[in-house]
């Protein structure tokens, strides 16, 4: 799972400002999922990506979350004028087209970026 | 609303000895089911899955149980070894249905002590 590159790895932020948490998959996959992990919780789905679509993003908060797979470049989770309880840990987990959507033994995570809302 | 529950959030083990960590799900969409492991500082790593149309899946030290009808699976790390230290996450999904989302469960941290 080292091939999934997220940064930066921790990201610092006074309250108001705006976060920008990067993921670059692995070589060769092409969806790129966004898990949100709070303080003694589990991972929460966020956000399913295809290069250049949003296939879901049933678990993104209604305002100040965007989330885009460009097709150059790594995804980006981008959150506006960020709060206190945004704290939280950002995982982002990568796969290879045709391997059935979530549900993957093939897909990898990465090393999260721990946002600290200050 | 949590439809994946991991009621133990630790556990504590001696090396050598059977880890037992236990998972219940409410949702009998969930046909799939998967266990990751989580080292501090690091991304999850899957560990071992299981289907519903099987009672049983083994990868070496590693054997995931599924019973569909009280909902609840478990995994069994057998010998327990010190390394194996880590949060172990039970996940879920409904793939009949479209492949849903993962769900996770908050996840148990297991030491084994030496």
């Given at each position: 799972?080292?091939?999934?590159?997220?940064?930066?790895?921790?990201?610092?932020?006074r309250r108001g400002q705006e976060a920008r948490l990067?993921?670059?998959?692995?070589?060769?996959?092409?969806?790129?999922?966004?898990?949100?992990?709070?303080?003694?919780?589990?991972?929460?789905?966020?956000v399913y990506l295809q290069k250049e679509n949003i296939i879901d993003e049933s678990g993104?908060?209604?305002?100040?979350?965007?989330?885009?797979f460009p097709k150059e470049g790594p995804s980006i989770l981008r959150i506006q004028q960020v709060v206190r309880g945004d704290s939280a840990a950002y995982f982002?987990?990568?796969?290879?087209?045709?391997?059935?959507?979530?549900?993957?033994?093939?897909a990898f995570f990465g090393q999260g970026t721990r946002l600290t809302v200050v | 609303?949590?439809?994946?529950?991991?009621?133990?959030?630790?556990?504590?083990?001696?090396?050598?000895?059977?880890?037992?960590?236990?998972?219940?799900?409410?949702?009998?969409?969930?046909?799939?089911?998967?266990w990751y492991k989580k080292y501090p500082a690091e991304g999850p790593t899957f560990l071992i899955?299981?289907?519903?149309?099987?009672?049983?899946n083994?990868?070496?030290r590693f054997t995931v149980f599924l019973n569909k009808s009280a909902k609840h699976l478990s995994l069994h790390i057998v010998p327990s070894q010190p390394g194996d230290s880590a949060v172990y996450f039970c996940a879920a999904s409904a793939r009949e249905s479209g492949n849903t989302p993962l769900v996770f469960g908050k996840g148990t941290r297991l030491s084994v002590i030496a």
């Open positions: 799972n080292a091939g999934v590159m997220q940064n930066p790895r921790h990201l610092v932020r990067r993921c670059s998959p692995m070589k060769g996959h092409s969806h790129v999922y966004w898990y949100r992990q709070l303080p003694e919780e589990g991972l929460k789905f966020m993104m908060p209604k305002e100040r979350f965007s989330a885009e982002c987990a990568s796969s290879r087209p045709g391997t059935g959507g979530y549900v993957n033994t093939e | 609303d949590q439809q994946v529950k991991q009621n133990s959030p630790s556990l504590s083990v001696q090396e050598g000895r059977i880890s037992i960590l236990n998972c219940d799900y409410t949702n009998s969409m969930f046909d799939y089911f998967l899955s299981i289907s519903s149309i099987k009672d049983k083994e990868d070496g």
